[in-house]
């Protein structure tokens, strides 16, 4: 049996899912151990502190640093009001031409009055933050002042790549087959709130049109990275994606260019149609593999926790995608797993797998680079 450390990709109607709800800062928590919550259940919040801004008082005014804790009108700790009077001009000229007051151009609370630098420091108000539960399901545990565990039973398809934070609609499936691309035609106004199934792709206008009218996902076999980036307005780097400024949530569950979304996975959304879903496009390819994915849950109760449970091994018959060229994309199943090292083109000794590929080509491939495709 082959080691577990090969990533998997989950492709399931039934599968237990679990997600960390967690606040940036410490907070309050309003979910309870137990309790059954839905995905737009806000279950904790939080006040983070707002920026800190500054005043430069002494330049405005012109006067030496050490006179502005006499000069300002507010002390350390007073709450400023934007347009509130805090500081006159003095002398003769200020005098002559009447100069008016000088009025502050932010709002806060006063946090530092400096005599060496005759800046005034203040922190604009806080700005709250609601955490939803994502899902709909049932709260396993608690984390004092921090957040929750949800746990769900469902249905799960996991992508590739992605871009967009978490979203939330109907699944609408746009297209009739696996292997057709997504077209603006496609996209009527009354998908707006929607997520979109397409197939082997989306056109660049597909994808505009989409973000016009409000469609809140898309699903696809591939993307093009020319139009994400023309779309996005800037190149994907390596870091983790789903910060994105964009009102819809874009994965891919193939890769990039144009490739047929695998049958199964087509089935799966297909027959999920009119569902509600929650879709979050974060990937990280790094240390600490975060997938894209779709989740159709509903509650689970403490009892039924690990019933649907997967252990992703490689063994024959295991089904896997390969994630590196020259065999990108293409899906497959595990016909067997050599023990003995073999030496790959830059030199390096690595175990491999014997696959057959479902365009019937036999292969071998190295085992870290294919993942498996966890489908109960």
Known sequence: ????????????????????????IKGEVLGTQGSTVNATDVIARADLPGPLQTIKFAEKLGVSAAEVPARFKKKEGDVLEVGEVIGEYTGFFAKLFRTPPLTAEIGGTIEGISQITGNVLV?????????????????????????????????????????????????????????EVLEASHILADHAGEILIGGSGLTYEALEKAHEIGVVGIVVGAVRDVDLMKFLGYDIGVAITGQEKINLTLMATEGFGQLPMAERTFNLLKSLEGQEASMNGATQIR??????????????????????????????????????????????????LPSQLVTVDSGAEVRVLEARLDDGREVTVPRANVEIIATQ
């Open 287 to 336: 240390a600490g593999v975060i997938r894209p994915e779709l989740i159709v849950s509903h509650a689970v109760t403490p009892a039924e926790t690990g019933a649907a449970e997967q252990v992703l091994s490689l063994e024959p018959g295991t089904p896997i995608r390969v994630i590196r060229e020259p065999y990108f994309g293409l899906l497959g199943k595990v016909t067997g």
């Open 123 to 179: 922190r604009q108000p806080s700005i709250p933050v609601e955490l939803t539960a994502y899902i709909d399901g049932t709260v396993v545990e608690v984390m004092p002042e921090e957040g929750i565990i949800v746990e769900a039973r469902g249905s799960m398809v996991q992508g590739i790549f992605g871009v967009g934070g978490e979203r939330r609609g109907k699944i609408r499936c746009a297209v009739s087959s696996p292997d």
């Open 1 to 24: 049996m082959g080691s577990a450390y090969t990533p998997g990709l989950t492709v399931s109607r039934d599968t237990v899912v679990r997600r960390t709800r967690r606040l940036p």
